[in-house]
């Protein structure tokens, strides 16, 4: 008979939480901002807050909140193809666990389909992450602050002093508020690095039936 594990059962794991600071070391070396607890857990905050908003089930929630804290474990293999990797040691760990294998594939489906290069929104858990995930941007992902004259990424996520994103159900959008300083990075240089991720939750938004919009600094941009 499986039981279930929990948003906070995998939360509370030593084994996902090895695996995510093992993955963030890596992708420090390799010049990433930051994909630690922080990241994931902004993750599984955003996915939940959209999905309770639309009307989703508490267990439906809670799969969305397991795959957006889990989706980037497999950069602890490489970077390259770390969706596939992670959906793979998601499934091994989950049913470990003893999940169900209809919820286990609804979680290594959504990490599986999470990065903008192979990405499609094919249930509400995968568009939930992708749209958690993708519009996480913001200063303390930055690493080092001497690093953003020199690299756009860290540049981008430096610039960005807040950001929201609402969902107004009368007009069916669902738009990502962003409060930028103009003197770190110019609005092009967002677009410039962001434009495949924003037209991937143009992509998730629609599965929802929503029109995906960016605001920056007041204005509407997407």
Known sequence: ???????????????????IKQADA??????????SFAHATQCAEKAEILLKELGYSEHEIDLAKIAAYMHDIGNVINR????????????RILDKMG?????????????????????????????????????????SRVRSKDTIYSDIHDRV???VEKTELKLNK???????????????????????????????????????GLKFKICINGSNLL
Do not use: W
């Open 99 to 139: 999940m169900s294998p209809e919820d286990t594939a609804a979680i290594i489906t959504a990490i599986g389909n999470h990065d903008e290069k192979t990405a499609v929104p094919v249930n509400a858990i995968a568009a939930a992450v992708i749209l958690a995930d993708k519009t996480d941007v913001r200063r």
């Open 170 to 208: 009368e007009e069916k959008t669902l738009t990502e508020h962003f409060t930028i300083d103009l003197k770190i990075c110019s609005v092009m240089d967002y677009f410039e690095i962001f434009l495949d991720r924003m037209l991937l939750c143009c992509k998730a938004a629609n599965f929802f």
């Open 157 to 159: 996520n430096y610039a």
């Open 26 to 35: 890596s992708l420090k070396i390799l010049g990433y901002t930051e994909h």
């Open 1 to 19: 008979m499986n039981i279930n594990p929990t948003f906070i059962d995998i939360k509370n794991s030593e084994e996902v939480s090895t695996y």
């Open 80 to 91: 390259i193809d770390h969706a596939q990797s992670g959906a793979i040691m998601a499934f």
